[in-house]
């Protein structure tokens, strides 16, 4: 292999494949990036075992092969290489790459590229293309509900499938919950991705994928396998596992006739929560809501650290209604809701409550209560 | 990793058995494996079991590595497990970076060169967490456990669990030295195939088809396979260590009923100490103690009681004295002057 | 509900998620205790030897012992429908035998239409139908009037399942558990077995409390936890849980002392 290649393509294409190398392995090869020159430039592969990251760079190939080097280490060196300048990266014998780029020479110990693992084979089952600011949304609008519990690995992802409407058409859904609350956000499914089987994408490729999604342009290709998921963002090809089990029938815990509807300016009620919320105890973070014609009132009671309470004009026609909550789940949804109303459906105080952007039907929030 | 000193032998590093393309003897073993996967029906896990370094962790590794490049469809009739070195299955299990494989194995200490004393839950949860996820080929995931004697309970408890409900299109592969001592819920939950310590013609067969034969002193093979207990595992150590070649001289002495002198132990501790290699050190006394409850054993069988009681004793103050010496971590050559003082004075009282 | 501070102390409720139960022949867990009725769920009424003369076949046990996970392979096997004792009434007699085989659970229900049950056992003699009663007790044991009827049943041949034995209380935890898709280690399985009542029914309300106080407090499902719930939980009062949150907060491994608690959770 002897390629020379421009420094800052290859710095930002080593940046994407990097991160997914972890820093503590006890496997050798796993440290490593796979470096393959080919007729199509230079193609970086780095891996944990539970997910690939490809990335192609364009590389001026004078000879063709493959080799091995330690990413982390690579990253720095191409790192501290003037900017735009010209790097050369051979391999002088098996063991060993060399990267020359004007009078620097840096020589990193090789491992066989054969020994290099590959997640990539498979053939897909279903294929299609979905714009990169959907693909963005439905994390987005999900992730912060994902349990972060061993014990519920069935719910340390999003779950993506797709149903049909009753009006006929397909559509896409992401879905994520802690069992405390639920998140869901629905879209109209990409050409090909119907009938595709419901799939959990684990957490750590979910925020590797946004990460990727950030600077991206064109339509993300989604390719599923029985049992991976390949996406192809600009060049950058992210293929994950999934997780092995069977996410809830979570329709059932977003209730359909909750008819006690308030309404309230999103940015306030945020505000007005986290303000009250400072006298809450570090664990429970309740904060009662009293609704009644017209007014909310948030407050806490603390034994320890005192009181605290605060009036908002609303919307609501309904009984008056006490319910608590957990200050921090309310925060985390309120920062989903873009529209200046937040809309809430209730049933009653222990019963599932329904968040949603007054604007947007796309997303629905489910919450549970806390008893207060 | 420390080599060997200067023998005129330069016997290459013994591979680990995910890198092993070497089987000998077992062929019983293989043939079970083969049919159950003739049968559609495979056990989802499976205790191999027998004395260390016969080639129970080879055959699991090389069982692991053929239902990963073929999955599970029958094998042809005349067809045994072996996979092309230079399959690219073969290449990532022997990195340990095939994806749908995980093996928890006995952690080296580099500064004592004796295994960790237990394999904790920290271990046994890379397992649950590999479960977690689906194969990456779709096909089957492999768990192998080397040795799972050596699981603590929290991590025993952790596998048990996946061993009774054990999720689908899973292979575990344990690994025992000691069946009889792990958690009779792990046994019953396993299909054991009980491996027995091979013949010395197989022994020098391995030794041969490994390229140690032709780049080893002849007597110090022959040696090793008199001594190795049908395990080319031990035997490898013994032509590759120099505490192989020095417990040899030792043994001359001791076997003849000779008591071995100041100048000859003062040797011996001087080139094991010399060596730099803890390896050797732990090997030594292994040998050491094996010849002791040997002729321990004997002894008894002769109704020498006494000298059974006494040598028995003396075995068991060498452990003793090893276990305190690693975690003080004391130097090899007191260890070892120790050592030999509890040897002499076991042998001085012994009649000869 | 209120703590003895007089303060309430907030409770994070919990969504209800469904769980997907096991029912298929291979999720049956057979030990001796229910082998008898297994056996003769899986071969009757093809073997003739079963068959018998009578169109009814009687699967009584305790509750929760796995009437319904039977007569669920065996509907599988047979497709046979599924009724409740209420919908044997004289108009839907013919409706109910439309597939030949009929599986009518939780007998003797509480509004009995004993004639229709007779004409309906009747009518299944004569098309060689066949009908499989699940119940707790034996047919004996129920309050039948119409003599007929009671001949019927006493006729027809009958299966118990006994009492769970100590393997099939223990695969029987691990299967909840695996149910609902829950990482237990093995000990917390041996700590319960020694400690619960010996019921399948047990079992099942011991794993769903578990799985809903872990979800609730976001916790690992230790031995240590379960220790800490059972003893709070059949203290018999909410603060119990309440504790339990407390100590993990506070990471207290000696919190309560509830390892040293030996008595079973049933018992109070």
């Given at each position: 292999m002897r390629v020379t290649v421009e420094r800052n393509a290859l710095l930002k294409a080593l940046g994407h494949v990097q991160s997914v190398v972890e820093r503590r392995t006890t496997v050798p090869i796993l440290s490593n990036v796979l470096m393959q020159a080919g007729e199509e430039g230079l193609k970086l592969t780095a891996t944990d075992l539970d997910m690939e990251v490809v990335e192609e760079v364009a590389a001026n190939v004078l000879e063709g092969g493959a080799g091995t080097a330690p990413a982390h280490l690579l990253h720095d060196i191409v790192r501290k290489l003037p900017d735009g300048s010209q790097l050369s990266i051979e391999q002088p014998d098996e063991g060993r790459v060399a990267v020359i780029s004007g009078r620097s020479r840096f020589m990193l110990p090789a491992l066989p590229p054969e020994d290099f693992p590959d997640l990539a084979a498979g053939e897909p089952s279903h294929e299609f293309a979905i714009p990169v600011d959907d693909l963005a949304f439905f994390i987005e609008r999900t992730k912060f509900a994902i349990s972060t519990e061993e014990t519920r690995y069935y719910l340390n992802g999003i779950y993506f499938h797709t149903l049909e409407r009753e009006d006929g058409s397909v559509a896409m859904r992401a879905v994520a919950t802690d069992g405390h609350r639920l998140a869901r956000a629905e879209l109209p499914a990409p050409e090909g991705a119907a009938g595709m089987p419901g799939i959990i994408v684990p957490r750590k490729a979910v925020l590797e994928l946004l990460r990727l999604l950030d600077a991206a342009e064109e339509d993300v290709q989604v390719a599923l396998t029985q049992s991976k998921i390949r996406f192809a963002i600009d060049g950058v090809v992210l293929t994950t596992k999934l997780i092995d089990g069977n996410f809830p029938d979570y329709e059932r815990v977003i209730p359909i006739d909750n008819d006690k509807r308030l309404e309230v300016d999103t940015r306030l009620f945020a505000q007005a929560v986290d303000r009250v919320s400072t006298v809450s105890s570090e664990k429970g973070r309740a904060v009662k809501l009293s609704i009644e014609s017209e007014r909310l009132v948030l407050s806490v009671n603390n034994p320890e650290a005192g009181s605290a309470e605060e009036e908002l004009s609303c919307h609501y026609e309904g009984e008056p209604l006490e319910i608590g909550f957990n200050a921090r789940y309310l925060l985390e949804i309120a920062a989903q809701i873009e529209s200046a109303t937040t809309v809430f459906l209730f049933s009653d105080a222990a019963s599932p409550t329904i968040m949603r952007d007054s604007d947007d039907d796309r997303t629905i929030y489910v919450l549970m209560p806390m008893r207060v | 990793m420390a080599r060997a000193a200067q023998e005129k032998t330069a016997v290459p590093d013994i591979p680990h058995p995910a890198e092993m393309t070497v089987l000998v003897g077992h062929l019983k073993a293989e043939a079970r494996m083969l049919s159950a996967l003739r049968s559609g029906r495979l056990h989802h896990a499976w205790l191999l079991s027998g004395p260390e370094g016969i080639g129970k962790a080879t055959l699991a590794w090389r069982f692991a590595r053929y239902l990963l490049a073929h999955g599970d469809a029958p094998p042809p009739?005349?067809?045994?497990l072996q996979l092309d070195p230079a399959h690219p299955v073969f290449r990532r299990v022997a990195a340990r970076a095939h994806p749908d494989l995980v093996s928890v194995e006995r952690i080296i200490d580099e500064k004592t060169g004796r295994p960790k004393r237990a394999i904790g839950v920290d271990e046994a949860r890379r397992i649950l967490h590999f479960l977690t996820l689906t194969p990456a080929e779709g096909g089957w995931r492999v768990v192998i456990v080397?040795?799972?004697?050596?699981?603590n309970l929290a991590a025993a408890n952790a596998l048990l669990k996946t061993l009774e409900e054990p999720p689908q299109r899973t292979l575990f592969l344990l690994i025992s030295h000691a069946p009889g001592r792990l958690l009779p819920t792990i046994r019953s939950r396993c299909l054991h195939l009980p491996l027995r310590p091979l013949t010395p013609a197989q022994v020098r067969e391995t030794l041969a088809l490994l390229d140690v034969t032709e780049r080893t002193d002849a007597e110090v093979l022959e040696e090793a396979i008199a001594h190795c207990q049908g395990a080319p595992g031990l035997a490898l150590k013994l032509v590759t260590s120099s505490a192989g070649r020095l417990f040899s001289r030792l043994r001359a002495t001791l076997d003849a009923g000779g008591v071995p002198d100041r100048a000859e132990t003062t040797a011996i501790v001087q080139e094991l100490a010399a060596a730099r290699d803890p390896h050797a050190l732990a090997l030594f006394v292994d040998l050491l103690r094996s010849w002791l409850q040997e002729r321990a054993r004997e002894a008894a069988l002769h109704g020498n009681a006494q000298t059974a009681q006494r040598l028995a004793r003396a075995e068991a103050e060498i452990a003793h004295l090893l276990t305190r010496a690693e975690s003080l971590n004391l130097d090899t050559g007191l260890v070892l002057t120790a050592i030999f003082q509890d040897l002499t004075r076991a042998l001085q009282a012994s009649p000869a | 509900m209120t703590a003895m501070n007089g303060t309430p102390r907030p409770e994070q409720l919990i969504f209800d998620l469904p769980i997907a139960e096991g029912m298929s022949a291979e999720d049956f867990l057979v030990t001796d205790s229910n082998r008898a009725a297994f056996e003769i769920i899986m071969r009757w009424p093809e073997d003739d030897v079963l068959a018998g003369s009578s169109p009814l076949l009687n699967l009584h046990g305790p509750e929760g012992s796995g009437k319904t996970h039977l007569a669920e392979i065996w509907r599988a096997r047979t497709g046979a429908l599924r009724a409740q004792p209420d919908d044997v009434c004289t108009d839907n007699l013919p409706a109910l035998l439309s597939t030949g085989r009929l599986v009518i659970e939780d007998m003797p229900g509480a509004h009995l239409d004993e004639t229709a049950l007779f004409h309906l056992i009747n009518m299944a003699r004569e098309n060689h139908a066949r009908i499989m009663l699940t119940a707790r007790t034996p047919p004996a044991a129920w309050p039948i009037t119409l003599p007929d009827l009671a001949t019927r049943l006493a006729a027809a041949q009958s299966v118990a399942i006994a009492p769970p034995d100590d393997a099939l209380l223990r695969a029987l935890l691990v299967k909840l558990f695996t149910d609902r898709q829950l990482r237990v280690p093995e000990e917390v399985i041996s700590y319960l077995l020694v400690r619960m009542e010996r019921s399948a029914a047990a079992a099942q309300r011991l794993v769903t409390l578990i799985d809903r106080e872990a979800l609730k407090h976001k916790a690992k499902i230790t031995r240590p936890f379960v220790a800490r719930l059972l003893k709070a939980h059949f203290a018999g009062s909410r603060e119990a849980d309440h504790a339990a949150e407390a100590a993990e907060e506070k990471h207290d491994p000696a919190f309560p002392s509830a390892e040293a608690d030996e008595q079973s959770p049933s018992s109070s």
């Open positions: - | 009739e005349d067809g045994d080397d040795p799972v004697d050596d699981l | -």
